[in-house]
C-alpha cells in the first residue's frame, strides 16, 4: 500500500520552478504553478530522459530543456505532435507543506 509522504515546504518550490526529490526508486521533479498548483513528475523526459526539473515551467507543462518537447503535468503525456509519457504522482499540500503518494 502507498502512503503519503512529506518532500518539501510549498514555499521552497518557487513559482514556476520546481525542486528534485530522490527516491530509492527515482527522481521527482515537484513543480509549483503561479496558481501554487503542485504537480510531481518523473524526472526524465519520455523522449531522450532529460531532466525535466530543470525545464521552464509555463501553466500547467514543462518545456524539456534537451529538446524543446513540452509535457503536461498533470498526465505526464508529451503535447503534439510529439509522442510519449511521463509517471505523474500523486500529490498534495497540508499546512504549507507537500506530500507525495509513493
Not at 515551467?57 to 503534439?80: R, Y
Not at 504522482?89 to 507537500?98: D, L, P, S
Amino acid at each position: 500500500m502507498s502512503k503519503w509522504i512529506e518532500v518539501v515546504e510549498l514555499n521552497k518550490i518557487p513559482v514556476l520552478g520546481s525542486r528534485l526529490i530522490k527516491t530509492r526508486d527515482t527522481d521527482i521533479a515537484v513543480f509549483r504553478g503561479s496558481d501554487d498548483q503542485v504537480y510531481a513528475i518523473r524526472d526524465a523526459c519520455p523522449h531522450k530522459g532529460g531532466p525535466l526539473s530543470q525545464g521552464i515551467m509555463h501553466g500547467s507543462t514543462v518545456t524539456c530543456p534537451l529538446h524543446n518537447w513540452k509535457i503536461d503535468l498533470s498526465s505526464g503525456n508529451a503535447l503534439a505532435p510529439d509522442h510519449g509519457c511521463s509517471n505523474v504522482f500523486a500529490v498534495k499540500v497540508e499546512g504549507g507543506r507537500v506530500f507525495l503518494q509513493l
